[in-house]
C-alpha cells in the first residue's frame, strides 16, 4: 500500500508538472529586457532582477509647415526615480519618409548635439561612451517609418530630455493637402511556414512566427489587457502643436481623429489639442485645401544651398472624362488576421461592402479572405450581378479576425482566381492594418508577379503600417487610402472607386531641360486627384518640362516652363531622402547590396541623414558615472494600439497557440498514466 502511495503521489506531480509546462501564459518565459516598443519605459535592477516602471513624463510635438514640407520638433522627456545610474531604450513610429537628421541630448542642465556616423561606427561609439560613464544617446533606422534611441548614464532621481527633428512632404491628395504624425506601431507579423517556392519567389522565412514590432530587431511586449482604457491614468501623454503657413489662403482645416483649436496670427494658423493633451494610441491626422478653390495645373518650389540648387514640382493630372469607362476585374483582398481584430475588422468589412455596391454588372470580382492561410470565395472572377453580390456580401458579413498575417498566400489567390483580362482593367483592393513583417519578399512578389494589374492599398486602423502600405502600392502602380475611423468609410471608399472607374494615365515619362537626379525617376501612373511629385537638382539656365503618357489608347502630352523660382527651405533634405529611398527601392530590380549601401551611405552622410547605414550619436565627453557604479537598464513596454481587439494578438503571438499547448499537456498525462501503470503492475509482480 506504501508503494502504491507513492507512485500515486509521483503520478500527480507529473501531472501537475506538464500540465504548468503547457498551459503557462507566453509572458512567463519572456525575456523582457530584450522588449523594446513604444510605449512607458521599465526599469531592472540588475542587483534583484526586480522590474519597476519609469514613468514618461511628457513628450511634446512642434510641427512647422511651410509650402508642401514639414518640420517636426519632437521632445521627450523621461525620469529616473531610482538610486542607479540607468540606460533607457525605446522605439517609436515617424512618417514613412521622415528625414532625420538633428539629435540634441539634454541631462542636468548639458546639451549634446548628435553626429551622424556609418551604423557600426556610431554603435561602437555609443557603447564605448556607454561603459566609461559619459552620457550618450543614439538614433537608428529599423524602418524607413520605425526609428528607435538609446540614452546611457542618466543620473539616479534625474530626468533626461531627447530631441529629435526630422522633416518630410506634405501629401496632397484630391485637392487637400494633409500632415499625420504616428504615435502608435501596428505589431507586425513573421510567417510561421515556407511558403510554395514560385519561379520568382523563393522564402527564407523560419518555421516560427508570430507578432512582434519588428521582427528579430525590436522584439516586443504588447499589452493585452481587456481592461477599459483610461486616458487619464495612461503614462505616455503627447502634447501637439501644428503651426500652418501654406503659402495661401486656407479652408476647411480639420483633425480626423483628434478634436482641435485654432489660433491665427500674422498669417499663420496654429492648431492645437482642445484637451492639451493625448494618449499615444492612434495617430494624429489633419488636412487642408485652398479656400480659392482653384486647381492649379503646377507648383514649383527652390532652395539655393552651399551643395547645388534644389527643387520641389507638383503637376496635376489632365481633367479629362473618358466617353466610355471600361469594364474592369476587380478583386478584393481583406486581412482578417488577429491584428484586424475590434474596430478595425469592422471598418475592414464596411469598406468592402462599399465597394461590391459600386460594381457595375458588366464588371467581374472576387473576394479573397486571409489570414494564416487565404481562400477566395469564387473559384474565378464572376460577373457583378445581384446574385452573385448578394452571394459575396453575405459571405463578407460573416467574417472574423483570428489567425497569423500571411499575405502572398493571398495574392496567389487573386492572380490565380483572375480570368482572360484582354478586355478588361485589373484592379486589386487590398484592405489591411499592414501587421506584416516580411515587406521586401511581399514587395518583391508584387513587382514580379501582378503583371498588368494594379493595387490600391486601404490602410484600416488608428495606427496602420504606413510605409508597407505606400511601397506596396508604389510597386502595384496604384495608390494608398487611410481610413483610420469607421464615420469616414462611406467618403473616402466613394473617393477612391470613383477614381478606380477612370481609366488611368499610365505609361508616364519625364524629359526635362535644366532639371537633373529626379526622384522618383520612374513615375507611377495616374489617377484623379492624384498629382505627379518630383524632387530634383537643379542646373542653371532654362528650366522646362514635358510630360508624355497615354489616357486610354489616347497619346497625351504635357509642358511646363518653370519662369519663377519660390523660396523654400528643406528642400535639399527632401530630396535626398528621396534619393535613399530610390536607391533602396533598387534591392527589388536585383542591384548588388554593396552598391546600395556605398551610395546610400555617402549620400546620408553628405545631408547629415538617419539611414540604413548611418546614425546619429551624441557623446558628452565629460565622465559623468564611475565605472565602479552599476548601470541597469530600461526598455519599453507598447501600448495597445486603439481599437485593437487584445484577444486576438494574445492568440495569435506566437506561432503554436493555446490549442497546441493543451494538446501537449495531454500527450504527457497519458504518458504519466502509462508510466504509473507499468510500474505499478511491475511492482505487484515483483511482490
Excluded: C
Excluded at 494615365?505 to 519625364?510: P, R, V, Y
Excluded at 558628452?620 to 557604479?629: E, I, M, Q, Y
Amino acid at each position: 500500500m506504501h508503494r502504491e502511495n507513492e507512485f500515486l503521489i509521483a503520478f500527480i506531480i507529473r501531472v501537475l508538472m506538464a500540465v504548468t509546462i503547457f498551459l503557462l501564459p507566453g509572458w512567463a518565459f519572456a525575456n523582457p529586457i530584450n522588449e523594446i516598443t513604444q510605449g512607458t519605459l521599465v526599469a531592472k535592477d540588475l542587483k534583484t532582477g526586480l522590474h519597476a516602471e519609469l514613468p514618461r513624463l511628457s513628450t511634446d510635438v512642434e510641427i512647422n509647415v511651410t509650402g508642401p514640407i514639414a518640420r517636426a520638433h519632437v521632445t521627450q522627456r523621461f525620469s529616473n526615480p531610482s538610486d542607479q545610474w540607468t540606460e533607457a531604450l525605446f522605439a517609436f513610429p515617424l512618417p514613412e519618409n521622415a528625414a532625420v537628421d538633428t539629435l540634441h541630448m539634454v541631462i542636468g542642465g548639458r546639451t549634446v548635439v548628435g553626429k551622424i556616423k556609418e551604423k557600426d561606427e556610431a554603435r561602437k561609439t555609443y557603447e564605448a561612451a556607454k561603459a566609461s560613464g559619459q552620457r550618450t544617446a543614439l538614433v537608428e533606422q529599423h524602418r524607413p517609418n520605425i526609428f528607435s534611441a538609446a540614452v546611457a548614464n542618466i543620473p539616479p532621481n534625474g530626468e533626461i530630455e531627447v530631441r529629435i527633428e526630422y522633416q518630410h512632404q506634405l501629401e496632397w491628395k484630391d485637392n487637400r493637402f494633409s500632415i499625420r504624425f504616428p504615435m502608435a506601431i501596428t505589431p507586425r507579423y513573421v510567417p510561421k511556414r515556407k511558403l510554395p517556392p514560385t519561379k520568382i519567389v523563393h522564402s527564407k522565412q523560419s518555421l516560427t512566427g508570430g507578432w512582434q514590432i519588428l521582427p528579430g530587431e525590436l522584439p516586443q511586449d504588447i499589452k493585452t489587457s481587456d481592461e477599459t482604457e483610461d486616458p487619464l491614468n495612461t503614462q505616455n501623454l503627447v502634447r501637439l502643436a501644428i503651426n500652418l503657413e501654406a503659402g495661401f489662403p486656407m479652408e476647411g482645416i480639420r483633425s480626423f481623429y483628434h478634436p482641435i483649436k485654432e489660433i491665427k496670427a500674422n498669417g499663420v494658423v496654429r492648431i492645437e489639442l482642445v484637451e492639451g493633451h493625448t494618449p499615444a494610441n492612434r495617430d494624429f491626422v489633419l488636412e487642408w485645401q485652398n479656400a480659392q478653390k482653384t486647381k492649379p495645373t503646377a507648383a514649383f518650389f527652390s532652395e539655393a544651398t552651399d551643395q547645388g540648387d534644389f527643387g520641389l514640382l507638383m503637376v496635376l493630372p489632365p481633367q479629362l472624362q473618358p466617353e466610355v469607362i471600361p469594364p474592369r476585374e476587380l478583386t478584393f483582398i481583406i486581412d482578417t488576421s488577429g491584428s484586424m481584430g475590434g474596430q478595425s475588422i469592422i471598418q475592414a468589412k464596411s469598406a468592402l461592402l462599399e465597394g461590391l455596391s459600386d460594381l457595375r454588372p458588366y464588371d467581374t470580382f472576387n473576394v479573397v479572405a486571409f489570414e494564416s492561410s487565404a481562400r477566395r470565395l469564387f473559384t474565378m472572377t464572376k460577373p457583378a450581378t445581384h446574385k452573385a453580390l448578394k452571394i459575396a456580401k453575405q459571405w463578407v458579413q460573416s467574417l472574423k479576425a483570428d489567425g497569423g498575417t500571411e499575405v502572398m498566400p493571398a495574392f496567389m489567390e487573386a492572380i490565380e482566381g483572375s480570368t482572360d483580362p484582354s478586355s478588361r482593367l485589373q484592379q486589386i483592393v487590398f484592405l489591411t492594418d499592414g501587421a506584416v513583417g516580411n515587406e521586401q519578399e511581399v514587395f518583391q512578389f508584387i513587382r514580379d508577379n501582378l503583371g498588368n494589374q494594379r493595387l490600391f492599398m486601404v490602410g484600416i486602423g488608428s495606427a496602420p503600417n504606413s510605409h508597407f502600405m505606400a511601397e506596396a502600392a508604389h510597386f502595384g502602380r496604384g495608390t494608398f487610402t487611410q481610413i483610420g475611423d469607421v464615420n469616414e468609410i462611406s467618403a473616402k471608399v466613394k473617393i477612391l472607386f470613383d477614381q478606380l472607374k477612370r481609366p488611368v494615365l499610365t505609361d508616364l515619362k519625364l524629359t526635362a531641360k535644366g532639371l537633373t537626379e529626379l526622384t522618383p525617376a520612374i513615375v507611377p501612373d495616374l489617377y484623379a486627384g492624384e498629382p505627379v511629385v518630383i524632387a530634383m537638382k537643379l542646373r542653371k539656365g532654362g528650366r522646362r518640362l514635358a510630360i508624355n503618357g497615354r489616357l486610354g489608347s489616347t497619346e497625351w502630352q504635357q509642358h511646363l516652363g518653370i519662369q519663377k523660382d519660390v523660396p523654400q527651405s528643406g528642400l535639399r533634405i527632401n530630396w535626398a531622402r528621396g534619393q535613399i529611398k530610390q536607391l533602396m527601392r533598387s534591392r527589388i530590380t536585383g542591384r548588388p547590396p554593396h552598391e546600395i549601401k556605398k551610395e546610400v551611405t555617402a549620400l546620408a552622410l553628405q545631408h547629415h541623414l538617419v539611414s540604413p547605414f548611418t546614425s546619429l550619436v551624441a557623446v558628452d565627453v565629460t565622465p559623468a558615472r564611475l565605472s565602479s557604479s552599476d548601470l541597469s537598464q530600461k526598455i519599453l513596454n507598447s501600448e495597445r494600439v486603439a481599437g485593437m481587439a487584445a484577444r486576438s494578438i494574445r492568440m495569435a503571438q506566437t506561432a503554436l497557440g493555446i490549442e497546441w499547448r493543451l494538446l501537449g499537456g495531454l500527450i504527457l498525462i497519458v504518458l504519466g498514466s502509462l508510466l504509473w501503470i507499468t510500474t505499478r503492475r511491475m511492482s505487484e509482480q515483483a511482490l
